[in-house]
């Protein structure tokens, strides 16, 4: 079971950086945390060396993030680097992402926890492909907040021109997406810390906060006691033993779910629907390792305990009588495909994992493919390679419970798993269902 935090202490942010190569993703990471002093002193002596052996004329702050051999060696980021770092107001963990066009599917791995996404921008270059692309992803993802991060501004002698045009240009592009994200524009160095940690006098034409000033106050959605409640069941506890439990009672007759939840909110006494069967029951009992609790936190794990047998097992889910979730097993979702020695078809057959359920599935139609630089949708080519992004069809072999990723996107996301190889080979976001359907062909059977 999940170690549990304290819910009064300060709010977590989960952020990502996105950019073309050489933006300075790393090294505004590395800055942001050298100046908000939140990395040891054998860390810095270890990037102060390798800096040196390098050549370096400075201390190259990006190696901070850039871990794996191939990134140092090149002098770019390949992987999706995390990092945790906070201070007095908050709590953060940063994915740091590739540029590269290839490693797309890095980025939607990284973005797609985050609360916020940092796209950068080389003041020199302007908007390009590569900002479009990270920007539709971003929407495409459902983050709600994005700091336009203008680096690379003493090159161009902080001209507040050449900002602003870059802003207008952006959010001319950013108009044309269909679930907008709220545009936070700030000018920077990332090299220097111009707007980084601290207020930059080289642009006093600028009246904003720092990038840190910002995420220290950002208010992001997260999932509170409003939102629809949420449990997917990992795990049946049944102790069959004659023994007490200070904590939990007999525990001959304890039968709790474990799980973590999604979202919203359980009390005492709730009623509530245990899915599959969606059969109505009560809430008796929430438990954790430090015992009884009179309600749940989203995002900690529990085992809940209710007034009735119902049968239900991992891929199972409670939710609130009153705010059931759609039951379906065929539905439109958007994917990435990640897989580069394999590409999705019409009819190909996968395993499909959503929070802790696992079924079989197959694709039964693509419906379109999305031209992300464009933003122009294609149905006439029905296949996906690398980094693909688009929408098919799925149909499962036994019935998931969800909502659409717009409005939850812990149930409404989901990976596809090849059979043979085992590979996650796609990660998608559910639309919307086809309906209900109670007979179904398994799969495996129809091709």
Not at 234 to 243: A, E
Not at 345 to 368: E, I, M, Q, S, W
Not at 374 to 391: H, P, V
Not at 393 to 406: E, L
């Amino acid at each position: 079971m999940d170690l549990l935090v304290n819910p009064t202490e300060s709010s977590l942010l989960r952020f990502t950086t996105a950019g073309s190569v050489d933006d300075g993703k790393s090294t505004l990471i590395g800055r942001l945390l050298y100046d908000s002093k939140s990395i040891f002193e054998d860390q810095l002596l270890a990037v102060e060396e390798s800096s040196k052996r390098r050549g370096d004329a400075h201390v190259n702050l990006a190696l901070l993030t850039d871990g794996l051999r191939a990134e140092r060696e090149q002098g770019i980021t390949i992987d999706v680097a995390y990092r945790y770092f906070a201070t007095p107001k908050r709590k953060f963990i940063i994915a740091d992402t590739p540029g590269h066009i290839q490693y797309t599917r890095n980025m939607v791995t990284g973005a797609s926890t985050a609360d916020l996404a940092i796209i950068l921008i080389d003041a020199r270059l302007g908007v390009i492909e590569q900002t479009m692309r990270h920007t539709y992803l971003a929407s495409l993802l459902r983050i709600g907040h994005i700091v336009l991060a203008v680096n690379k501004m003493d090159l161009v002698n902080f001209d507040q021109a050449v900002y602003d045009k870059i802003v207008g240009d952006f959010q001319a592009f950013a108009k044309g997406l269909d679930n907008l994200p709220q545009v936070t524009p700030i000018p920077m160095s990332a090299l220097n810390g111009d707007n980084v940690v601290d207020k930059s006098d080289s642009t006093p034409w600028y009246t904003g906060p720092s990038l840190l000033q910002h995420l220290e106050t950002v208010q992001v959605h997260a999932e509170t006691a409003a939102d629809e409640a949420r449990f997917a069941v990992q795990w049946v506890i049944r102790p069959i033993s004659d023994r007490t439990d200070s904590k939990l009672g007999n525990l001959h007759d304890y039968r709790g779910f474990a799980g973590r939840m999604a979202s919203g909110t359980f009390r005492m006494g709730d009623d509530v629907l245990v899915y599959p069967s969606a059969m109505k029951s009560k809430i008796t009992g929430i438990h954790t390792y430090e015992g009884p609790q009179p309600e749940t936190t989203p995002q900690l794990s529990y085992s809940i305990t209710v007034a009735d047998e119902i049968d239900t097992s991992r891929g199972g889910m409670i939710v609130k009588a009153n705010e059931p979730a759609q039951t379906s097993q065929e539905f439109d979702a958007m994917i990435c495909w990640f897989a580069d020695k394999k590409t999705l078809k019409p009819r190909g057959r996968f395993h499909l994992r959503h929070t802790t359920n696992d079924v079989r599935a197959v694709v039964t139609d693509v419906l379109y493919k999305v031209n992300i630089s464009t933003l122009e949708k294609s149905a006439e080519n029905k296949e996906f390679s690398l980094n693909d992004i688009g929408c098919i069809r799925i149909r499962t072999a036994a019935p998931i419970f969800f909502d659409s990723y717009t409005k939850n996107r812990t149930t409404g996301s989901f990976v596809l798993v090849d059979e043979q190889t085992n590979n996650t080979v796609a990660a998608g976001m559910i639309l919307n269902s086809l309906g209900d359907s109670e007979d179904f062909e398994d799969p495996g059977s129809s091709i």
